[in-house]
């Protein structure tokens, strides 16, 4: 018979110091730990509530892999991937890989792996195959760099890794007055015993990048370097001496040979969870509306092969309570906001963010949000803190959201240490659609962000931005300047970022559309307020091609250089050869452009420097503007009647035309290529595209 074995009280002790605990030596966990059930649910909570809490565990513990849902439930509880075991071997030694099959619970208190083996005859033999298989598992790894254990320390307690892990007392957020003692998180924390497990060079390479180990997305990518991963690593990995498996080496198990493990990994359905060496059926157990809870996992008393979670009375509750409602018949259905709270329950959102009163970190896990920016310290919580997400389907563009969520360059707060992780496509893509329907306005706001005919509206939007007007450079930054005042976030990106109805929505009413914004409602009551918000927007959008408001602007700033902004500068004035309704288009490449909208054509073509605009920028004469650059080319007179229509920006700020022929819609888009440009022009739907080489 196998019996647990227990941890020597002197290998404990190297661990760390007593008086400077280590986040290793939190309090041990005693059952499957589920984050956002544990911080969301009381044993004295009425039945209705805990049925949902069950709801929660069926889908994070994975019962849903062998346990069939119904088919009405099978968005809602669909299981999670499970580790990718195929360079387990590379990441545990064969003692610690049997320790962890024979007793998961004993290696890592609170882990959400069940045991298997409750040590009957030929348990033993089976956890020896399995360690051999998965032993035999290798994979090359980078051999990263070395870390620095202090930085590390200070990475895991300011970058958010303290939302669902446990801080050390060896670190004191810098808020916290010496005479103070720090005060300790309510909630347990996601248990990180594997941390000195893992040798120090596969901890580091693991927490590059988590979701190549760990494709669930329950562990985000927290967009660490190599050197930060290794510092971490440095910090976490404590060194201590692992405990040996002694009853395996007492048992003297022969060799079971890596095929027998290989089949007992498929027989005993650990592919439903995990993927190894190659892609396995999944082994199907009875259908979850069908399983008699007194039994299973659920009874008292377990027999070998069946999972064994070490599910606390409150746990068991829950699940029975959820298996019961669905044997009921249908699920319910969800609305979409219901659908974007279940998925930001199931990836932990909430420890960081709030959304609709609910969520946010804890009072002791919050004082570890700092910033990095003295100046921000007048903005309160919302220097350090991660923004609250109410409204933000309707606040975010689509692009924007996937920038976020699974992309790169959505940040928009460098004053916050705290980064926003990302948990991977598969598991946030859902939510670009969702949270838009879910956040959708009842009475749906009016703007007007075409310019037609108003083009000047950007230099009034200009003006309103700058000192002179309502100061909104005072807390904003824009382009590479930052603002004069705390360092809010800057408007750049504003037309990427915002939706435009949401942008009017906010300036319109701040306090309603954000609750807890420091933005002062300036435009309640202002008669021309409608049309001071459209001002804005356009300048904003044009903002490639403007100059910067006053406050902001310096005599350096007159020459617009496409170049430097590494994007398409659109410039709206009065150009010569186009009259005064041009709109000039810079590339990077060094080629150019002018589109007179007035005759909705192509008028001139150029190589080079762009455009001066200090004569449009500070004459009253608005003399027309030349081209800097060399080799000029004038494009052939137009045809036909036309009239203009606006513009519309690709992801990269290429500018398309839009216009009509004698009553034909018309696309007209000038690309760089090679020399000069690629001109496509879609008329009714049908391309024709040529080549333009000067």
């Not at 079971?256 to 060496?277: I, P, W, Y």
Request: net charge neutral; with cysteine.
């Amino acid at each position: 018979m196998l019996r647990h074995c227990a941890l020597p009280f002197a290998l404990l002790s190297l661990i760390a110091p007593p008086a400077h605990a280590h986040p290793l030596q939190a309090e041990p966990i005693n059952h499957a730990y589920v984050f956002n059930f544990d911080q969301f649910n009381l044993p004295e909570d009425p039945d209705e509530h805990v049925t949902e809490g069950g709801y929660l565990l069926l889908a994070e513990l994975n019962c849903t892999q062998c346990h069939k849902a119904p088919e009405a439930w099978s968005e809602r509880l669909a299981p999670k991937d499970g580790p990718i075991l195929s360079g387990v071997g590379s990441r545990l030694d064969a003692d610690q890989l049997w320790l962890f099959i024979r007793s998961p619970q004993f290696l890592k208190k609170g882990t959400q792996m069940p045991g298997l083996f409750a040590g009957e005859e030929g348990d033993a033999e089976k956890v020896e195959a399995l360690t051999e298989y998965l032993s035999s598992l290798k994979q090359d790894k980078p051999q990263m760099p070395a870390g620095d254990g202090a930085h590390g320390k200070e990475l895991y307690h300011k970058i958010g890794c303290v939302a669902c892990h446990e801080p050390g007392t060896d670190f004191r957020p810098e808020k916290v007055p010496a005479s103070m003692e720090v005060e300790k998180p309510g909630n347990a924390s996601v248990p990180i015993a594997f941390a000195d497990v893992y040798d120090v060079n596969s901890l580091a390479y693991f927490l590059k990048d988590p979701l190549a180990h760990r494709p669930s997305g329950r562990m985000p990518d927290l967009h660490l370097t190599d050197q930060e991963a290794a510092d971490i690593a440095a910090y976490l990995h404590v060194g201590r001496q692992q405990a040996p498996a002694s009853e395996r080496k007492a048992l003297k198990i022969k060799s079971q040979g890596v095929e027998k493990g290989r089949e007992l990994f498929l027989s005993m359905g650990c592919s439903n969870c995990h993927t190894a060496d190659r892609k396995a059926v999944s082994k199907v157990s009875k259908e979850l509306a069908s399983l008699n809870t007194a039994n299973g996992c659920l009874s008292a008393k377990q027999k070998t092969g069946t999972p064994r979670f070490d599910l606390n009375d409150l746990q068991k509750r829950a699940l029975k309570l959820a298996i019961a409602a669905i044997k009921k018949g249908e699920a319910p259905q969800f609305t979409a906001q219901q659908k974007v709270d279940w998925q930001m329950t199931r990836l932990n959102c909430y420890a960081c963010h709030d959304r609709d009163g609910k969520g946010g970190p804890e009072d002791p896990r919050a004082q570890y949000f700092t910033s990095n920016d003295g100046s921000a310290e007048s903005l309160g919580e919302l220097a350090h803190l991660p923004p609250r997400l109410d409204n933000t389907g309707r606040k975010l563009t689509r692009g924007w959201l996937e920038k976020i969520l699974f992309g790169e360059g959505g940040s928009v707060r460098p004053y916050m240490n705290t980064r926003m992780p990302n948990f991977g496509r598969k598991q946030t893509e859902m939510l670009v659609s969702l949270l838009p329907e879910a956040d959708k306005r009842e009475k749906p706001i009016e703007i007007d962000v075409s310019g037609l005919a108003k083009h000047h509206r950007a230099e009034a939007g200009r003006k309103l931005i700058g000192m002179t007007g309502l100061a909104c450079v005072g807390c904003h930054g824009l382009k590479d300047r930052k603002s004069l005042g705390p360092p809010v976030i800057r408007l750049t990106n504003t037309i990427d970022r915002l939706q435009p109805e949401y942008f009017k929505e906010l300036l319109l009413n701040p306090q309603a559309t954000q609750p807890g914004t420091m933005m002062p409602p300036m435009f309640m009551g202002r008669k021309s307020a409608d049309k001071d918000v459209e001002s804005i927007w356009t300048y904003l959008k044009e903002i490639q091609g403007q100059p910067l408001p006053d406050g902001l602007i310096s005599t350096e700033d007159f020459e617009l250089k496409p170049a430097k902004d590494g994007k398409p500068v659109i410039f709206r004035s009065f150009i010569e050869g186009a009259g005064t309704h041009a709109i000039a288009v810079g590339f990077p490449e060094g080629v150019n452009a002018v589109f007179d909208s007035v005759q909705a054509r192509w008028t001139t073509l150029w190589k080079g420097r762009f455009l001066d605009a200090m004569s449009n920028w500070q004459s009253r004469e608005m003399l027309p503007i030349k081209p800097l650059g060399k080799d000029v080319k004038e494009m052939p007179a137009s045809t036909g009647k036309r009239e203009f229509s606006g513009y519309r920006l690709s992801k990269e700020g290429v500018p398309t035309m839009l216009y009509t022929l004698d009553g034909k819609n018309v696309e007209d888009t000038l690309k760089p290529s090679g020399k000069g440009f690629e001109h496509s022009v879609t008329i009714n739907g049908k391309t024709t595209k040529e080549e333009i080489q000067w």
